[in-house]
Structure formats: C-alpha cells, structure tokens
C-alpha cells in the first residue's frame, strides 16, 4: 500500500488553468502506474488519465484529450495533472490513485488519496 495526498485544487474560471499534485510516500512509487479520477455530486467516479511508471504510456478519456496532461516525476515521488481550458463541466473531486499495471478502470488501483475539489466557474 501506498499512501496518497492530492494537493492544487481550487476555484478557477472557465478557460483557465489548474496544476494537480499527488504526493506519494514510499519506496516503490517508481513501480507503480497512476492514474486521476474524478467524481461529481450524485455521479460515479469517472476515469481522468492514467500514467505508466516509466513514463512511456498515458491514457485519457476522450473529454479531457489536448487539454489535459499526466505526467510524473518518479524521483519526487509526485504524479501532476495539468488541466488547461477548464470548463464547468470539469468540476469534480479530483482523485489521485495507484496500480501495479496500467489502466483505466477504478477497481484496478488499490490506493487512493482523499480527493481535491476543483470548481469551475461559467
């Protein structure tokens, strides 16, 4: 297990941009993939983007492909999602998680941080 603390998240207006930030503790962080969720009131949690551990392979769901992007710093112990062109329709909790093999499904990762809010204004 890995313990995980989302951090970057705030209020920001539509068109604008936000930097996410997922400390992880723990020696094997560099052997495992992340990945972000999200979740709106009264929805199911969502898949966002996900990362290999080497960096080489990144998924995104289709609503968040070019402005969105994962990326990792394996040495910091640190996975980041910037978020660019922020539209209402992102706002959600934000969920930092990790997995011993890439994916997109929620029930593959077994770590989860508490969540940050990310609110966009119209």
């Known amino acids: 297990q890995v313990q995980l603390v989302e951090s970057g998240g705030g209020l920001v207006q539509a068109g604008g941009s936000l930097r996410l930030s997922c400390a992880a503790s723990g020696l094997t962080f560099s052997r495992l993939a992340m990945g972000w969720f999200r979740q709106a009131p009264g929805k199911e949690r969502e898949f966002v983007a996900s990362?290999?551990?080497?960096?080489?392979?990144?998924y995104y769901r289709d609503s968040v492909k070019g402005r969105f992007t994962i990326s990792r710093d394996n040495a910091k112990n640190t996975v980041y999602l910037q978020m660019n062109s922020l539209k209402f329709e992102d706002t959600a909790v934000y969920f930092c998680?990790?997995?011993?093999?890439?994916?997109?499904?929620?029930?593959?990762?077994?770590?989860w941080g508490q969540g940050t809010q990310v609110t966009v204004s119209s």
């Open positions: 998680a990790a997995s011993r093999a890439l994916s997109t499904v929620p029930e593959l990762f077994n770590s």
């Open positions: 990362i290999s551990w080497g960096s080489s392979t990144t």
